[in-house]
């Protein structure tokens, strides 16, 4: 069975003008001869993705997530390659993208389903799901130039996910929204993974992609440098991050050119060569204090996360920095030596450290652990790496959920007594 989307060596460039000439004069005198930047934003893109995947495409700003999720969408035509999708696409890639703004919301809906292919008839049908899922009720007959910032995503990702789509693009936009509307638009993404719907993600958030997606792809100067499980490819986008990688290298690269035309190809994807200093994890253990020898933890015990590191040379204002995952990647717990309260750390070639948890009141589950060093001075982050599958939890109880509580049942003031 063909994938539900195929991308073929597709690269993407534009041309950056710094002068521009508006009248009709300097276009003629200066016919062909204005100075530009090719500055090529994709470059040999080849991956494909399954039917009922929900794959994730992560780098640092300016490394083409977006352009390559435009190109997808059909928004945007690769300057070479091919891109091959199958089924109907909903796409949510910027805010009020196929929004006008002197139009109410009620208007809008209408437009941005028509932008989709979605014909009115279908929308009337609708109609009522996506403004109840949107929560605008109250302000659907107002121009949507009025709307918030996050009003106008709860309309986009409410339209996007009410008309039937087979595969659904998200870009970073529900980073904007508030707490409660990101929870349901997540519980939205999981159902359409229930249902076997295909999904291509675009974040900066470690988090969400570990859980969210099934596999990632890490994007670096318009590139693919990396690719593997949510996990793996948030440690290579950790790595690639250490090393500097990021926009303003990738300009740098482009004005080491001389004359009018540059051209930038090559330092697509050449990695940057990484800062002088780095401090680097070269070793993660966990140890189970209370219960030497065991291979698991019961809901209150102890726990040491060891870290073993080194560094190119002494190195002061370091914070060192510890994550919780359960299986699902969602976050359990995270918390830094800065966030402790904790005084900068100085290390030196070589040295452990060792987080210690008195006490673990999680419940029934297999947890992973993330350890990772970032500059005090500037937050850059020297080295980040994960340990999947690091220790299980069984609790004897039969309770259920992350954390194991212990509460007591009161009625009319008195305890109620346990079984006999």
């Not at 253990?285 to 590191?309: E, I, M, R």
């Not at 309260?341 to 100085?346: A, K, V, Y």
Request: proline share 5%.
């Amino acid at each position: 069975m063909p994938a539900a989307i195929e991308i073929d060596d597709v690269s993407k460039h534009f041309r950056l003008y710094h002068e521009k000439y508006t009248s009709l004069k300097e276009r003629v005198i200066h016919l062909n001869k204005i100075p530009y930047e090719e500055f090529w934003a994709l470059r040999n893109i080849s991956f494909d993705v399954n039917w009922g995947e929900t794959v994730g495409l992560v780098g640092h700003n300016g490394s083409g997530k977006s352009t390559l999720l435009k190109c997808i969408a059909a928004i945007l035509q690769p300057t070479s390659g091919e891109i091959r999708v199958r089924g109907r696409v909903a796409a949510m890639l910027e805010l009020g993208a196929g929004f006008h703004p002197e139009l109410s919301g009620r208007e809008n809906i209408y437009l941005n389903a028509a932008l989709l292919g979605v014909a009115k008839r279908d929308i009337d049908l609708r109609f009522d799901d996506i403004v109840e899922f949107s929560e605008l009720g109250p302000f659907i007959d107002n121009q949507v130039r009025y709307y918030s910032s996050g009003m106008y995503t709860r309309l986009g990702f409410a339209v996007a996910v009410n008309v039937d789509p087979d595969i659904l693009l998200v870009d970073e936009v529900l980073a904007v929204g508030d707490e409660n509307f990101q929870r349901k638009c997540f519980d939205k993404v999981e159902e359409f993974q229930r249902e076997g719907r295909t999904i291509v993600f675009v974040s900066h958030s470690p988090e969400i992609v570990r859980r969210v997606c099934d596999r990632a792809y890490v994007l670096d100067h318009g590139a693919i440098v990396g690719e593997g499980t949510a996990p793996e490819a948030i440690s290579i986008l950790r790595e690639y991050q250490a090393k500097g990688s990021g926009l303003a290298s990738m300009i740098a690269s482009m004005q080491q050119g001389e004359g009018d035309y540059v051209n930038v190809a090559e330092a697509v994807s050449t990695p940057v060569d990484g800062p002088e200093e780095r401090v680097t994890v070269s070793q993660i253990s966990v140890s189970f204090p209370s219960k030497p020898g065991a291979g698991h933890l019961s809901p209150g015990d102890a726990l040491t996360v060891k870290v073993g590191y080194s560094a190119t040379r002494y190195i002061p204002g370091v914070i060192v920095g510890v994550q919780l995952f359960d299986q699902k990647g969602d976050l359990v717990f995270g918390t830094d030596s800065d966030l402790m309260g904790l005084e900068p750390l100085e290390v030196d070639l070589e040295g452990e450290l060792e987080f210690a948890f008195p006490s673990v009141p999680l419940a029934d589950g297999i947890f992973s652990v993330a350890v990772g060093f970032t500059s005090a001075k500037d937050q850059h982050i020297y080295d980040w790496q994960n340990q999947d599958l690091a220790f299980k939890v069984i609790s004897a109880g039969k309770s259920s959920g992350y954390v194991k509580l212990d509460p007591m049942l009161i009625q009319n003031g008195e305890a109620v007594p346990a079984k006999s």
